[in-house]
């Protein structure tokens, strides 16, 4: 069964950094695309990143670019997202999800995505 754990939410300060960590385990197939969403209280849900095993590519979000980075450790099936200069407006659950399947280029995280993390809550706040 597909378990996605995500880790690494808080509160921090605006201006601050926090680094999520999603790790993917129960499947075996090599190709497969690991995104971060996030859902902010009263607002849709927004893709924020999206990596891809294929060549590593990404997609970042315009609110977020510059600011987020999105990596990933194929070994251990772990993607990570690095997020500096945080703002208030950055409040939100962060979910990670994945799409089991062949993406040559990460254009958009705008995938069924296949499994879903139960999400970890990034608080911006003085």
């Known amino acids: 069964q597909v378990q996605l754990v995500e880790s690494g939410g808080g509160l921090v300060q605006p201006g601050g950094s926090l680094r999520l960590s999603c790790a993917a385990s129960g499947f075996s197939r090599p190709y497969y695309a690991i995104g971060w969403f996030r859902q902010a209280p009263g607002k849709e849900r927004e ?5 891809t ?5 990404t ?14 450790d ?9 997020m500096n200069s ?4 950055d409040t ?18 705008d995938y ?11 608080t911006v706040s003085s």
């Not at 095993?53 to 590519?57: I, T």
């Not at 997609?59 to 990933?72: E, L």
């Not at 399947?101 to 995280?109: A, L, N, S, V």
């Open 74 to 82: 194929g070994a251990k099936r772990t993607v990570y997202l690095q």
């Open 92 to 109: 939100a659950v962060y979910y990670c999800a994945i799409y089991i399947g062949f993406i040559e280029r990460m254009k958009t995280c």
């Open 47 to 51: 893709g924020v990143s999206c990596i």
């Open 59 to 72: 997609y970042q979000a315009d609110s977020v670019k510059g600011r987020f980075t999105i990596s990933r």
């Open 112 to 122: 069924e995505m296949d499994y879903w993390g139960k999400g970890t809550l990034v």
């Open 53 to 57: 095993s294929s060549d590593s590519s």
């Open 86 to 89: 945080l703002k208030p407006e």
